[in-house]
């Protein structure tokens, strides 16, 4: 295992992108000054046995109220255990490359959720923010299960919130999230790039 020169575990930080049944996930270490990215992969977080719960609030959609909540607690328990699965793996992969991981970054959406299950059935823009908030929170309650910090971070603010902590212009700071896939390799799409930015800030924080 490789390690700081101190004997300790150098510092990594987690980003996570969601999707609807899956996320894209970049752990950074390094520095905030120079940070590098040491892993990149994509995390299942549906169970394909259970029919819908690839979108599961369109899918509840179609039930009885009582049978959709019923369905929608199936299908957060399968996220949620494949996400702690995921995040186990994950964190023991960094543990062996010498890396501890000091927390992570959840990109958000702008959208709230409804907090009334049968209002966000009534509605489908609600489905659709329900879902992202769904899959989103499996994420959350994985990494925090593992001990880790949560950071939430509303997508369209961050690269306005990278140039003010980093003190990186946004336009450098585009760039320089895009060339950081360069030793990693392809792909290294919008997902990839905005997960790392996300893990790159909270390295960076205080």
Not at 6 to 33: D, I
Not at 82 to 105: I, K, S
Request: glycine share 8%; with cysteine.
């Amino acid at each position: 295992m490789t390690q700081a020169r101190n004997g300790e575990p150098r510092k990594a930080a987690l980003g996570f992108r969601a999707h609807s049944g899956w996320a894209v996930m970049v752990a950074v270490g390094g520095s905030p000054s120079a940070p590098l990215v040491i892993e990149r992969r994509r995390v299942e977080l549906v169970n394909r046995e259970i029919p819908g719960s690839l979108q599961p609030y369109h899918a509840a959609a179609e039930m009885k109220l009582t049978d959709a909540a019923a369905f929608l607690r199936r299908c957060s328990d399968a996220a949620n255990a494949m996400a702690r699965a995921a995040m186990r793996d994950a964190l023991a992969e960094l543990a062996e490359r010498g890396y501890q991981a000091v927390g992570c970054a959840v990109l958000l959406a702008a959208g709230r959720p409804a907090a009334d299950l049968a209002k966000t059935l009534a509605s489908h823009p609600a489905i659709h923010t329900a879902e992202g908030e769904f899959f989103r929170n499996a994420l959350k309650l994985a990494a925090e299960s593992h001990g880790l910090a949560v950071t939430g971070i509303k997508e369209r603010e961050l690269f306005s919130r990278g140039a003010a902590r980093l003190h990186i212009p946004v336009d450098e700071l585009q760039r320089r999230a895009a060339d950081l896939g360069k030793a990693i390799g392809p792909p290294w799409r919008q997902d990839e790039k905005l997960s790392c930015l996300a893990g790159w800030l909270v390295l960076g924080s205080p």
